[in-house]
């Protein structure tokens, strides 16, 4: 059963970067069939797509968000990374990563999230 | 960024029927069958419940199921169950941002 799971810091100051990484176990993310993906969902508000890689290291992000972010794999770790610089208040959120479906444009597998909170 | 609509909330009695709104534009739900439907608990991650507008991943209920009309996709929960409640966020690709999410509709059993 393929598992993901989130981790990095839980608070983070504004103006900082942010660095996630999602480690998968189940599964390997040099599979040829589908993307991994960010997503985040602001307290009590609704889900924002950050972006995806695949197992090629070719990415697609949000447009809004593109000028600060980075996603990254590490096949040999097998892993995945975010990184977003110039942190504000709004980019508080629970963290989500995930698989995309094969082909598709929905995710099937998701990580339990983890909330980062921006404040100095 | 919400570029979908959908109502913040939806409620109903056991046993009946609900439909949950998903409205678009030609960028997005009108023009690509890529929409997909999740559900989500209270502190939980999304469950993926329908995908390219009307399939069901398997494990799904067929209680769940999906459509789409011009710029809006739908949500039907048919046999209303108090498991039910939670929170629905529908999706869809764009052309503008890639993908998209709607505001999430909170679903209440009566």
């Known amino acids: 059963q393929l598992q993901l799971q989130e981790s990095g810091p839980g608070l983070v100051r504004p103006s900082e970067t942010l660095s996630l990484t999602c480690t998968v176990s189940?599964?390997?993310?040099?599979?040829?069939?589908?993307?991994w993906g960010w997503i985040r969902q602001p307290p009590g508000k609704g889900l924002q797509w950050i972006g995806t890689?695949?197992?090629?290291?070719?990415?697609s992000y949000n447009p809004p968000l593109s000028s600060r972010v980075t996603i990254s794999i590490d096949r040999s770790k097998n892993q995945f990374s975010l990184n977003l610089n110039s942190l504000s208040a709004a980019d508080t959120a629970v963290y989500y990563c995930?698989?995309?479906?094969?082909?598709?444009?929905?995710?099937?597998?998701w990580g339990q999230g983890l909330l980062v909170t921006v404040s100095s | 960024q919400s570029a979908l609509t959908q109502p913040a909330s939806v409620s109903g009695s056991p046993g009946q029927s609900i439909t949950i709104s998903c409205t678009g534009t030609?960028?997005?739900?009108?023009?690509?069958?890529?929409v997909s439907w999740y559900q989500q608990y209270p502190g939980e991650a999304p469950k993926l419940i329908v995908y390219?507008?009307?399939n069901r991943p398997s494990g799904v209920s067929n209680r769940f199921s999906g459509s789409k009309s011009g710029n809006t996709a739908s949500l039907t929960i048919s046999g209303l169950q108090a498991e039910d409640e939670a929170d629905y966020h529908c999706s869809s690709y764009s052309t503008t941002y890639l993908q998209v999410f709607g505001p999430g509709t909170k679903v209440t059993v009566l």
């Open positions: 189940g599964g390997s993310v040099t599979t040829s069939d589908h993307h």
């Open positions: 995930a698989r995309k479906g094969r082909g598709g444009y929905y995710y099937t597998y």
């Open positions: 390219e507008v009307t």
């Open positions: 030609s960028s997005d739900i009108g023009n690509f069958n890529l």
């Open positions: 890689v695949f197992f090629t290291g070719s990415t």
